[in-house]
């Protein structure tokens, strides 16, 4: 022998079981939703991921941008900057970070994934999430979906905040740990609310739960959304976060309104 440990009686078949299962899972995936563009279906190898055309189209959101909001500036003065939106009026949060403006490409993947079913898509769109948010993944303690009221999770039957966070967590080696924060006000649909009313609407909204304390105290915490509007939601879930003892709260969405260029 040279030293290596012997495969135990029964684990290589095991394994070998495990991989076949493996492909048939994507074989039938691949038959429900066969290899295309996850923006327009136009034939794509591999599976799951933006054509060519669908990619260009899509407005990413880069340096230069405002280092507290994350919102891009339309031009680069060579140093870190904040906006003056959000000089004066000052984020909860510390940094936020998305993918892309929220136009007409990632509102219709948005749409699909929370709408339409396709948590197929959520992989996909982790991925590009990771890249948009590596510099808070790596301080981050733990990653925290944005939760869902359990009303409105029980109709929708899952929480794409959630479905996102799971990929960002696996790739960045992050625990994700939903159960640090719950949702506990049935809030009324934040659409078509100003500022001020959307604020409202969410006042109370969030609770560490008191059991979760321990587990929270000191860390530092990476949320995680799908699309990050006005700032409210992110807001109201990280100043409950903060009160419930973490150290600081980043946000990190796979989509920004941007309401100037």
């Known amino acids: 022998m040279d030293g290596a440990e012997s495969e135990p009686a029964g684990s ?5 079981l495990g991989a076949l299962a493996g492909r048939a899972g994507r074989a039938v ?7 295309g563009c996850i923006v327009c279906g136009a034939a794509t190898e591999p599976a799951h991921v933006l054509c060519a055309r669908c990619w260009a189209r899509v407005r990413f959101i880069e340096r230069p941008f405002c ?3 994350g919102t891009p ?7 870190p900057l904040v906006s003056p939106a959000a000089a ?8 936020a970070r998305a993918v892309a403006r929220y136009d007409e490409v990632t509102r219709l993947l948005v749409q699909k994934l929370k709408y339409g079913d396709r948590l197929d898509l959520a992989p996909a769109l982790g991925r590009m999430m990771v890249r948009a948010g590596a510099e808070l993944a790596r301080d981050a303690d733990a990653i925290v979906p944005v939760p869902l009221h359990p009303t409105r999770l029980w109709w929708r039957r899952f929480n794409q905040a959630m479905e996102l966070a799971r990929p960002v967590a696996q790739a960045c080696g992050r625990p994700c740990e939903p159960a640090l924060l719950a949702r506990v006000k049935r809030t009324r649909p934040q659409v078509g609310l100003t500022r001020p009313q959307r604020g409202e609407n969410l006042q109370g909204a969030f609770r560490v739960p008191d059991a979760m304390r321990p587990a929270l105290k000191g860390r530092r915490i990476l949320l995680v959304d799908d699309v990050l509007t ?3 939601t992110a807001n109201a879930a ?9 150290s600081a709260v980043d946000v ?9 260029a």
Do not use: M
């Open 252 to 260: 990190l969405a796979f989509a920004r309104v941007v309401t100037a």
């Open 29 to 35: 995936l691949g038959l429900v939703y066969p290899p």
């Open 67 to 69: 280092e507290r909001l």
């Open 73 to 79: 500036f339309a031009v680069d003065l060579g140093v």
């Open 88 to 95: 004066a009026d000052p984020p909860v949060f510390d940094r």
């Open 238 to 246: 990280a100043r409950a976060l903060l009160r419930g003892g973490a």
């Open 12 to 16: 290589g078949w095991a394994s070998r």
């Open 230 to 232: 006005t700032g409210a």
